[in-house]
């Protein structure tokens, strides 16, 4: 039996109607209800990012830290240049959160967006660090500038503000990545070889003063004069809370802090795990190689033998290490902008490595905020003196992909808005879980 005439007219008019919608629908903002697939990403204009909030800035108000130096981050960090994630070093931009900022005559303040408002958290000292813990954003970690090279870190509950703890500490400091501890230290003034480290837990009164002895069975000795009692410690070094540890450092060392009671450190061709046992920081075990972290799950290590270098991998939790075939790709120089997945890794400036068989969509939309503000930028520096030593080349845009958001700071202000929902933000998603 043949459908009437008339049947076959109306349903090709509605399908027709159906295509006509999904045709313009596409070609929506996200605000107003489009989808924007990654290929379409470059197109996108002022109109197509939602603006979520916008702090107004007084003149000399920058997000820039002062003296601002972590201890395996020497050089100069693009505040715009990391995913945000625990094992970086500091950014003025926290997740979807908050923005750090400093100001004129030493005062700085953290401005924390919450309940579709503001909150200003003020300081009488320039910033050199401030993190929100990596889980529940309820902690704001700030290390302060007191001059003279001297630093305090504080420990704030927010949004209330109120003080949990504060200590006299070194110019940065960062939270483990379960967010239960704080890690914190100083230089040894006698030897900048020296490094002092301390962990204090997050939602638990301070533990008993302690030194890492240095004396497990089977591993070495440190060298002669090593402090492993507390009065071998200079005077600053006794003041510093918790249980502490002394370990040898350089230029290349690096430290990793995946839980409250574990610290890998890779330091002068030697790995170590240390591991919190009864108020004690222990040496689990160590070997010579360089640690070169895979975060969030794994450590790689780099050994040389007689048959050349070979490398290695281990969970995060104990060292079991597992030989890497030599046909595997070579592992990119370590970098903590680095977020590693599986058997792929890749930065937001969209650096790769083996991304081969399924490789995740290219980052787009970092040009198009360039672009979509470069007007704003525009107007303000023709405002504001200070604005082109600032930003000299344009606006400033710090990508936070694992939160859907980015920063943009155009001068006079700094707005957070909403990124375009691609596939490349729910891979990333997927990936960092």
Do not use: C
Request: proline share 9%; net charge neutral.
């Amino acid at each position: 039996m043949v459908p009437p005439k008339r049947y076959l007219i109306a349903t090709l008019f509605i399908a027709g109607m159906l295509l006509l919608v999904a045709v313009v629908q596409a070609f929506k903002s996200p605000r107003e209800g489009g989808v924007v697939p990654d290929v379409a990403v470059l197109s996108l204009n002022l109109d197509s990012f939602e603006t979520l909030a916008d702090l107004r800035l007084e003149d000399g108000w920058a997000p820039r830290f002062m003296g601002a130096r972590d201890p395996d981050q020497w050089e100069s960090w693009p505040s715009e240049g990391g995913f945000g994630t625990p094992w970086e070093p500091a950014s003025p931009f926290m997740a979807d959160q908050a923005l750090a900022l400093n100001g004129p005559d030493g005062h700085s303040e953290v401005a924390l967006w919450r309940g579709l408002e503001w909150r200003h958290y003020r300081f009488d000292a320039p910033l050199a660090s401030a993190r929100l813990d990596p889980v529940k954003h309820n902690r704001l970690l700030v290390t302060l500038n007191l001059g003279r090279g001297r630093f305090q870190t504080k420990l704030m509950q927010v949004p209330e503000g109120r003080v949990l703890w504060a200590s006299d500490s070194g110019p940065w400091s960062r939270f483990s990545w379960d967010g239960k501890a704080v890690l914190l230290g100083m230089e040894d003034p006698a030897s900048a070889h020296r490094l002092l480290l301390t962990a204090l837990p997050v939602d638990a009164e301070w533990p008993e003063s302690t030194l890492a002895p240095w004396d497990e069975p089977g591993l070495a000795s440190p060298s002669r004069g090593w402090a492993t009692k507390l009065d071998q410690l200079w005077d600053d070094g006794k003041d510093l809370p918790g249980p502490k540890l002394l370990i040898p450092w350089q230029v290349s060392s690096r430290l990793w802090m995946p839980r409250r009671d574990l610290l890998w450190v890779s330091s002068e061709g030697v790995w170590t795990l240390w591991r919190m046992r009864e108020g004690l920081w222990r040496r689990e075990a160590a070997g010579p190689g360089v640690l070169s972290a895979q975060p969030p799950g794994r450590m790689g290590l780099l050994t040389l033998t007689p048959d050349g270098p070979q490398r290695s991998r281990s969970g995060i939790d104990a060292p079991e290490w597992e030989t890497i075939p030599a046909e595997q790709a070579p592992w990119p120089a370590y970098d903590a902008a680095w977020l590693w997945h599986q058997e792929r890794a890749l930065t937001t400036w969209d650096l790769r490595w083996n991304d081969g068989e399924s490789p995740w969509p290219k980052e787009n939309q970092r040009n198009s905020l360039l672009t979509a503000y470069r007007g704003e930028w525009r107007a303000a520096s023709h405002l504001r003196r200070s604005v082109s030593g600032w930003l000299p080349a344009g606006p400033q845009v710090a990508l936070r992909e694992l939160s859907g958001v980015a920063w943009v700071w155009v001068g006079d202000r700094v707005l957070l808005v909403r990124l375009a929902g691609t596939d490349r933000l729910r891979q990333l998603k997927g990936a960092a879980r």
